[in-house]
């Protein structure tokens, strides 16, 4: 039986560039930083959770060819690939403290639903980052 | 070459995010073309090469979305939902509507709802397919007629 999602991956332009938005901007923490020859294994997770690391991975060698990498780097940059779901407490909080750290690329300021509050966001690259404040709301707006 | 297309695209994906968020505001093109950077006329060509549409199509299935979801969640009148979308005008939203998703305001709102979920799902699955080979208008947006697809 399987009991939890252990490690979920996302690919991103540059590793470095990854780590700075994932942990000083958006607030998770450095999981694991291993390098093994030139493969650097890099994860994020949510702090204190002890839950599911987020791979960063870069697109290119030793897994894709030079044309394989170029294709998945432009989806990226597209916003075609998949993307990442949080959940957050006071998102309205977390907003304002995005703004602050200089967050600009939000698809979607927070938003009432019948299922909680969400926002949206977009990493440094194109993946699509959404965050819910899970309960119910007693005006949806949209 | 290739990182001249991933900036490119990432400059078309923040004005695209820019339709996306304010889709209820006046945009022009001359605006959203602002937010990738580019000259009016290289940027509808580019955003067409990168996402299969003008932009001018893109925010109007973007808006009717929004439509559409207004007339099934609330009971704002037709007109009302027309404005709260951003179109300026009655006539324009309904034929809009009509091209796109196959049936009046009116009519679509008489239709059974649709399964919930949560809204992020909702939205992109709910969008309407871009229409192949409908014929593309001038409109408020102001963009130049567009040919129908290639």
């Known amino acids: 039986m399987i009991t939890s999602l252990n490690v979920a991956s996302i690919y991103v332009l540059d590793k470095d560039e990854a780590l700075d938005f994932y942990v000083n901007k958006l607030g998770l923490e450095k999981g694991n930083d291993v390098k093994q020859g030139d493969y650097r294994w890099l994860t994020v997770r949510v702090p204190g959770e002890g839950g599911t690391e987020i791979s960063l991975e870069e697109p290119g060698a030793p897994l894709h060819d030079d044309t394989t990498a170029a294709q998945i780097r432009e989806l990226i940059t597209k916003g075609a690939m998949s993307g990442l779901v949080f959940l957050a407490d006071d998102i309205r909080g977390l907003y304002e403290t995005l703004k602050e750290r200089g967050v600009t690329d939000f698809t979607q300021e927070p938003t009432d639903h019948f299922y909680g509050t969400d926002m949206g966001i977009r990493d440094p690259f194109g993946n699509a980052i959404r965050i819910l404040e899970q309960g119910k709301v007693e005006a949806v707006t949209a | ?150």
């Open chain 2, 1 to 150: 070459m290739s990182r001249e297309v991933e900036e490119s695209n990432r400059h078309l994906l923040r004005a695209r995010d820019a339709m996306d968020r304010a889709y209820a505001e006046p945009l022009d093109v001359r605006a959203v073309a602002a937010v990738a950077h580019v000259s009016e006329a290289h940027f509808s060509r580019s955003f067409r090469a990168a996402f299969g549409e003008t932009p001018h199509r893109y925010l109007q299935r973007r808006r009717v979305e929004r439509a559409m979801f207004l007339l099934r969640e609330t009971e704002r009148s037709v007109t009302d939902v027309c404005f709260d979308v951003g179109f300026t005008s009655l006539g324009t939203f309904s034929r809009t509507f009509r091209e796109i998703v196959g049936e009046t305001p009116s009519g679509y709102r008489a239709a059974p709802p649709p399964i919930e979920a949560p809204n992020c799902f909702q939205m992109a699955a709910m969008r309407p397919r871009v229409a192949a080979g409908v014929a593309r208008r001038s409109s408020s947006f102001g963009e130049a007629a567009a040919t129908a697809a290639p």
